[in-house]
Each structure stands twice: as C-alpha cells, then as structure tokens.
C-alpha cells in the first residue's frame, strides 16, 4: 500500500511497536501439472531454477530428481535443513522431534528437504522489528501481511526495499503446485498491485501468500461470533438463536451477571471474556457494524467518509465501556494471554466468550470439561446481525485481499530447497501426507479414491480429540498444514478441507459454520487507491498508527463515566480531522473525487 515515499513510514514502523493482526476466492482447483520436464531429454538446469524442470532419465536414476504419484517433479537436495520462523504471537505447535518424526522423514527420503519450526511468543511486530534489527533471520518466515495500513506489512516491506529478501518473481513460474497464489480470484486484485507488487520494490516480487484458497469451496469459514455455556441460556429460559443485535445480547449478559452461576469447581464466574489481547471483542458490538469490506463509508451526496470518523465508531466503542463499567467483560481481557483465556473458558469460568468457536470448543476439551460436563458446552449466540438486520455471513473479496505469507530473507541458505519443499507439500501428494499421514496405517482410502482418516482415530477423535491430534502432530501429521498451503485445495482434492472434517468435526462447529457461510462481495476495495494521494506516506504514519488508537481505547474503555468515554473517543476523531494542518480530511475529499472515477468501487 505504501507508495512514492513509503520509507518515511516504514522507518517509523521499524522503531515502534505497530499493530498486530490476528481473518478466498476462486481461482485454479486442479493443483499444480509436474514441476518437471516439457523435453524430457534435456538436461537439469542451474539449481537456481528450483525444482528440476528438464530432468533427464539418468538425473532420475541417479536419484536427483523425485516423481510424486502425479507425475510431478522435484529436484533431490542431499539433506538440506532450513528453519522456518511462524511469526504469530501464541506459538505454534510443533513435534517434539522435527527432523526425525516419521513425516520429516518421509518427506526427506523423497526430496531431501527438513523444514524446522520457531515458535513466537511476542508481538508479531516487535519480533520482525527485533528480527531485522538484529540481522538474526531464519530461512523462511510466515508473518501476517495483512496490507493496507498493517504495520506488520510496513515492516516487511521496508525489508523488501532495502534488499533483506529474496525476490521470488522470476522463481515461483517454476513451482507450478504454488504458483497460482499470485493468481487474480485467488487473491484480489487491489492486494495484487498494491502490496505484492508495491511500486517500491521496482518490480520485485518477495510476498508468497498463504491460506487463500485455490476454489470457492476451500475457502476456509473463521466461524467467529458469541458463546454462551449452554445451561446459562437454559437456567435463564433464554433462546440464544433468539439473540440477534448487541443490545439484545446486552440484555442477556446482564441476567447472566446478576444470577450468580459457579464455574466448573464451584467458584466465582466472569460474565464475558476474549482471547489474546482482546481478541476479537468487536464480535460483542456485530449488530452495530454494517457490511463492509473496508473502514470506508460511502455517505450522502457521494462523499467517503472513514469509519473511524463516524457515530458508528463511537456507538460501537462506547457498547464495549459499558460491558467493562458494569462489570460484565473481564478488565484483564485486553492484556490477556491465551493460555489465561483458555483457563478461564475452559473451566467454564467466562459465560460469553468470543472469536473462532474452535478455539472455544478446543479449550473445554483440553481441561475435560466438554465430556465432563456436556451442560457448560458453549453454544453460539445468534449470530448477530448487521446493522441493516441481514443476516451475519462471512464477507470475502473476490480473491483475498490480505493473508498470512510466507517471504525469504537474504539469509536462507538455500531458496530452491525451500521453494522445492513448499512446492512439494503444496503438490496434492504431498498435501495428503502431512495431513492424512499414510495409507493403511493412519488413514485408508474411500470409495471415491479420497483420504479418511481410520475408523479408529475418528472414534477416539470424538471423545479425546486433544490426544489424538497431539499422537498425530508427534508423528509430523496435520499440524503445519496451516503454516505451509498456499492457494489451498484440499476440499477439491479430498472432499473435506481437513482431516476428520467429514466424520469427526464437532457437530457444533459444523453446524455453526453452516450459519455463517461465506458471501463473495464483488468489486475493487476503494481503500486500494488511497495510497495514490500526495502525502498519503507521512500521514499514514499518524493516521493509522494502531497503538496511538489503542491509548485512547484503552483509556475510554476503563474511562468512569461514558461522558468521559465518549470526550476520549472524540479526543481521538479530532487528532485524526486536525493533526497535521487537517490534511486527513482534504484526504478524504480526495477520495469523494476519486469514488466517481469507476464504477466497481465496493466499500
């Protein structure tokens, strides 16, 4: 997003603590035809061009070059290890053993490669910051490139502009199982020519972006919304499909607060928590949020106006003051960590809580509570709606626009062992591995020729899906997948989009993600010409600094009187209309002018 003179606000992201994130489209289905030969008599090019894509018979013979079952192949490394960086604050779970478990075997015994995992426990960008600053890089890293004005995304791109990565323009052509990231539906557009192809990078390419989908139907439903323990809503005779704006909710928080319920051990209850950091409060105050994909706002007589700006932002904060001044949402959730979360959820001591509601159901199965005592289950709450009233859907562009990715910094040892490797586990034989395992031991085939995992381990899923997924994860099965696909397939390829999902999810997170299915919003995002204003660089650096945010909310949040609350939020409108000469507002005059310039701007 950052154009023209973007390294005056990448050098203040480098410096301070920015925010952190914490969120397909069709495109290509078929998976990637062979990394390999079009003359299959010529022969293996430099080892720059990655994978072997003119493989000679003797190359095979000789064991320098692997064919998967479809065909594909892959260039033989003679035992590279590579240590890639999960750059996503809450760690990343791991086997105990990464080089020797039976997945890194296997996947060494055909190409070569071991990819090793390092966890974070920190901001995501005050790891980068620390990362580049200390010159300390591994060979791969996934971190959150959410564009736009993340400044997760300002870091990385102030290291793309400096020479610290790897461009992958010219390489990725030759991967072909991961080359279609970089594909318009797959991704977006605006995301395309405005983050990815930063006009800074002169035409370098260093982003690789992950967990987009490769097909419609793999695009992956979040399942955010609110839960209650189940026997809260029975004990106060509440309906919660019932519940379908804030206020409502509000309402029934309230009963909740003042009947005294007990925890799982008999003590005290909070009404209402989140997990890390606050996350995602904003699921509280849904009702009061339109349909949007951008903090833009088309307004009477064709003006934008910026949400921030607007009543809506203030009503919605100003709900979430007096969820903490009643004393219904947990003060510590804004700071919290998520093993604190899951303590406090998992023990049935929050009655509401929020975000994916695998997270939810996942906690109350690692403390036993989930079979222990079926009557705390956390059921959902509504889902809310928008403020029109429509129904809550999961809102995609046309095309992702903005993802976790994967970059390479100037320190990996050996980019085309990595890029061989993502292109191998990316391939559908590859895919089916670190998912599924291996045939007749952890998973056999159906009659439509797709994985499944044993009856065996569906059954003991069911009960003590915590044990299982860790005996899996200690052997190297299922648990990178989601650090490693790219423009995923796998409901294409398999029929479900992850293991045990066709006879083992819980039955409460597929029936909830029935409700809240996916609605493709078509259009190029307006927020995606906002950095073609002049000045746009210097007052970004302001503008959208989340940790400036975050001091007022914070101080409204905990503010004694909403009058007060309401004066901090209001501080903070008039630092966004007056800082700097008001040059925000000729920003958004700028872009009143510019909405009429086409006619497919989606908002």
């Not at 901001?123 to 791969?140: I, Q, R, T, V, W």
């Not at 987009?212 to 189940?230: H, M, P, T």
């Not at 899923?461 to 650090?483: A, C, F, H, P, Q």
């Not at 066709?502 to 609605?519: G, I, N, S, V």
């Amino acid at each position: 997003m950052k154009k023209k003179v973007i390294s005056l606000l990448l050098a203040a992201a480098m410096t301070t603590g920015l925010l952190a994130g914490c969120g397909g489209g069709a495109g290509d289905s078929t998976g990637g035809s062979s990394t390999g030969a079009e003359d299959a008599s010529a022969s293996t090019e430099d080892s720059s061009a990655g994978a072997s894509t003119d493989a000679s018979a003797a190359d095979e013979a000789s064991g320098d070059v692997y064919v998967d079952e479809d065909g594909n192949k892959y260039q033989k490394f003679d035992d590279v290890k590579l240590k890639m960086l999960v750059c996503w604050n809450g760690g990343f779970n791991t086997p105990s053993d990464q080089y020797n478990n039976d997945v890194a075997k296997a996947i060494r015994e055909k190409i070569g490669v071991t990819v090793e995992f390092e966890e974070v426990m920190m901001s995501e960008s005050e790891k980068l910051n620390l990362m580049f600053a200390s010159g300390d890089m591994p060979d791969m890293v996934n971190a959150p490139f959410w564009g736009g004005n993340s400044g997760e995304t300002a870091i990385i791109k102030k290291a793309g502009i400096e020479g610290r990565l790897i461009d992958i323009k010219d390489l990725l052509p030759k991967y072909p199982n991961i080359a279609d990231a970089w594909d318009i539906g797959v991704i977006s557009r605006k995301y395309l020519e405005n983050d990815i192809d930063d006009p800074n990078n002169n035409g370098a390419r260093y982003i690789l972006p992950t967990e987009v989908a490769g097909s419609v139907e793999d695009i992956n439903l979040w399942a955010y919304g609110v839960f209650v323990r189940s026997d809260v809503a029975e004990t106060l005779g509440v309906d919660p499909t019932t519940i379908k704006t804030s206020d409502q909710l509000y309402d029934f928080m309230v009963q909740a607060r003042d009947y005294g319920f007990k925890d799982v051990n008999g003590n005290d209850t909070i009404v209402a928590t989140t997990f890390h950091s606050g996350w995602n409060y904003s699921d509280f105050y849904q009702s009061y949020k339109p349909k949007n994909l951008t903090d833009y706002r088309h307004v009477e007589d064709g003006k934008v106006d910026y949400y921030k700006l607007t009543d809506e932002y203030l009503k919605e904060k100003l709900f979430i003051w007096k969820l903490v001044h009643e004393n219904i949402l947990d003060k510590e959730c804004f700071k919290t960590s998520d093993d604190r979360a899951k303590e406090k959820v998992g023990n049935g001591t929050a009655l509401f809580t929020c975000a994916q509601y695998n997270v939810t159901i996942d906690a109350t199965k690692q403390t036993g509570l989930y079979d222990s005592n079926p009557e705390m289950r956390y059921i959902p709450v509504g889902p809310l709606t928008y403020s029109d009233g429509s129904p809550l859907k999961q809102t995609e562009s046309e095309g992702r626009s903005g993802s976790p990715a994967i970059f390479f910094p100037n320190t990996c040892s050996n980019i085309d062992a990595a890029l061989t490797w993502l292109d191998y586990v990316n391939s559908k034989e590859g895919m089916k591995l670190i998912c599924y395992g291996f045939e007749g031991d952890t998973y056999e085939m159906n009659e439509n020729g797709q994985p499944r995992m044993t009856a065996e381990l569906v059954e003991r899923r069911l009960t003590d899906s915590e044990n299982v997924n860790k005996e899996l994860r200690e052997r190297g099965i299922n648990y990178m997948v989601g650090r490693v696909y790219v423009a995923r397939k796998n409901y294409s390829w398999f029929g479900e989009s992850a293991p045990f999902d066709e006879d083992a999810m819980d039955p409460y997170l597929a029936d909830y993600k029935k409700q809240r299915p996916a609605e493709i919003i078509p259009g190029y995002g307006i927020d995606a010409i906002a950095p073609n204003f002049e000045g746009y660089q210097e007052m970004s650096e302001w503008a959208f600094d989340g940790d400036k945010e975050n001091t007022y909310i914070e101080r409204a949040f905990f503010a004694d009187t909403e009058e007060e609350a309401r004066g901090i939020l209001e501080e903070y409108q008039e630092y966004l209309r007056t800082n700097d000469g008001g040059i925000f507002l000729e920003f958004l005059d700028w872009m009143s002018e510019q909405s009429t310039t086409r006619d497919d701007f989606a908002y």
